[in-house]
């Protein structure tokens, strides 16, 4: 990685005429587009049968069809997604095409009013995915919550007063929920459909992908 040249840094007072570099490694790719969402979608989904996600009463819905992309109605919506993923893997990430990616289950997540879900991570799953259906005012956003070595260690342990918000010390990331928008993580990310706090359900599919092929790194072959 190319190192970018030291920049005369921008905080105030005694430390205007510091010069110094930030370099931002390691960092996390949420990948974000839109598949337009045709007026029969709903209608497909409105029938299906739903399981409350957690136990509680007042958390989302999910769609007992583990599989609804798979069904013909969804096929070039479907199509549509796996270029997405498969763009953000091989041409974003710069992966090999020796490994694909395979969506390996897809459910609708229903938020009722007042429903909401915990923060969670998708288990089985290598990267996950969700595509917006409809979307009322007020309806929620999906927020992301940092688990990695460094924020459970010095921002989650020791919580010191934050003077100016930024990407190194929020512990917060929203996405603004939108009809037919389309957002790509990797599966570890922790993330929640925030307070539906509208009059009228919020509706989306969400999707997990598995790689799979040859994996031929020394003491770690592999085939899947």
């Not at 409809?134 to 940092?146: A, C, D, K, L, R």
């Amino acid at each position: 990685m190319k190192r970018s040249l030291l920049s005369k840094g921008s905080l105030k007072n005694n430390f205007m005429d510091l010069r110094y570099q930030i370099d931002n490694i390691f960092p996390t790719p949420i990948y974000t587009s839109t598949v337009n969402v045709g007026e029969d979608v709903l209608a497909e989904i409105q029938n299906l049968n739903y399981s409350r996600a957690q136990e509680e009463a007042d958390k989302v819905l999910i769609s007992e069809e583990q599989q609804i992309l798979d069904k013909p109605f969804f096929a070039e919506y479907k199509s549509e997604i796996d270029k997405h993923m498969h763009n953000f893997y091989y041409n974003v990430l710069g992966f090999s095409k020796q490994n694909y990616l395979e969506m390996v289950n897809s459910w609708v997540v229903k938020s009722l009013p007042d429903n909401e879900s915990v923060y969670h991570l998708h288990k089985n799953s290598i990267f996950s995915g969700v595509w917006y259906i409809s979307v009322p005012e007020n309806s929620g956003n999906i927020s992301f919550t940092p688990n990695n070595v460094y924020d459970k260690e010095i921002i989650s342990l020791f919580m010191p007063k934050i003077e100016t918000v930024n990407e190194y010390n929020t512990r917060l990331c929203v996405f603004h929920a939108q009809k037919s928008i389309l957002i790509l993580f990797p599966s570890v990310l922790n993330h929640k459909v925030e307070l539906n706090q509208s009059n009228n359900p919020r509706i989306s599919i969400a999707f997990n992908y598995f790689l799979k092929g040859k994996f031929d790194y020394p003491t770690a072959i592999l085939s899947i």
